[in-house]
């Protein structure tokens, strides 16, 4: 099982991020060293979604990635062309996925997997209980049985529209951006 080192280079360790601040609310983040959430991909088909993963991963600077099933890895180029470079800075590893999933859970994460469920709560309403991981599954079968029957949380996006779904990597956006917002706050108390 590859296990990259978490070698990113985070806010304090560089003055470069500073000429990358859009705002001065920017500032707002530079406590957060890193955001307490594991992402699990549960057998993503799509390259280029692993691939959008890995940026969006290392923009909100999740603790690891975690690479299960089908899900193709950084030694493949196609993932490269969406990571951008982030595939060389954001900590992964891969393993099955009940494995990861189980080690995860001793660690004391939350297990929340993305996925129209019965039980599933906004996530607008959701309220994590950090560390999280969070579990994104494949583009057409959704999470695995393995994974499912490890859930603490079944997560939902509101869904407005006639398709009721986005790409999975979209929705990676959503969900971890929404963590980012809602720790962010939670630290700041």
């Excluded at 992402?39 to 969006?56: A, E, H, K, M, Q």
């Excluded at 393993?95 to 990861?100: A, N, S, Y």
């Excluded at 990676?172 to 630290?187: F, P």
């Amino acid at each position: 099982m590859p296990d990259v080192p978490d070698t990113r280079r985070h806010h304090g360790d560089t003055n470069d991020h500073l000429a990358f601040r859009a705002t001065r609310g920017s500032a707002a983040y530079d406590a957060i060293s890193a955001l307490p959430v594991a992402v699990v991909l549960d057998s993503i088909r799509s390259l280029y979604n692993v691939g959008s993963f890995f940026r969006t991963a290392d923009a909100v600077r999740v603790d690891r990635l975690w690479l299960c099933g089908i899900t193709g890895t950084p030694s493949n180029p196609r993932l490269a062309k969406t990571a951008l470079g982030a595939e060389t800075t954001q900590a992964w590893s891969a393993g099955e996925v009940g494995d990861v999933l189980q080690g995860l859970r001793t660690g004391g994460h939350e297990i929340a997997l993305v996925e129209t469920h019965p039980r599933a709560v906004d996530l607008f309403d959701w309220k994590p209980r950090f560390p999280v991981a969070v579990v994104f599954g494949n583009e057409v079968d959704g999470v695995s049985p393995a994974a499912r029957d490890q859930a603490d949380t079944f997560v939902r996006l509101p869904m407005l529209g006639t398709k009721h779904s986005v790409n999975v990597a979209t929705a990676g956006g959503v969900v971890l951006y929404e963590l980012l917002r809602k720790y962010r706050e939670a630290w700041s108390r």
